[in-house]
């Protein structure tokens, strides 16, 4: 497991719900990626946007196990380390402030993509699975509209060449 993002010591029953919401995340992520152009998420500014929207499903992931297991705050950014872990070849600390740069996105525009993911990994639940995942896909038609650029600083380096994302 990645290194906590979390100063708690987590138990091993917390560690794989960590590890199960990851992979939850994992496989939204890989479904909507299907629906995006060769090569789009080959762009880093994409990627990053990519990632902010990936994070809110994760959360969603995270607070759909119930009261008493839904994951903390922390727990959820551990679970976005993890799935980052998963399919990049980053070191800890580039995945641990790669996390910290998605979170801190506070910009209008990243709030409403992270809520954006959030909602359409509830959605892709049920009977609007489909619309759900090419959601992403669909804001690249507009992406003047949906993903400003230049990017807000908290994420702005993590498009440059040599960083974590």
Known sequence: ??????????????????????????????QCAVHVGEGTLDDPQVQVYYLVYVLGAIEYFGDQLGAATALNDGEKLAAMAEALAAFDNATQQEIRETVIALNA?????????????RDNAEQ??????????????????????????????????????????
């Not at 992403?136 to 974590?164: C, I, N, Y």
């Open 105 to 117: 996105a506070a910009s209008p525009a990243a709030r409403a993509l992270r809520a954006l993911g």
């Open 1 to 30: 497991m990645v290194a906590s993002l979390t100063d708690q010591h987590l138990s091993p029953t917390r560690r794989q719900l960590i590890i199960d919401v990851s992979r939850q995340g994992l496989v939204f992520a890989e």
């Open 124 to 165: 892709a639940q049920g009977a609007a699975r489909d619309d759900a995942l090419r959601c992403f896909a669909g804001l690249l038609k507009d992406r003047e509209q949906h993903l400003p650029l230049p990017l807000e600083p908290a994420l702005a380096a993590l498009a440059q060449p040599g960083t974590g994302a």
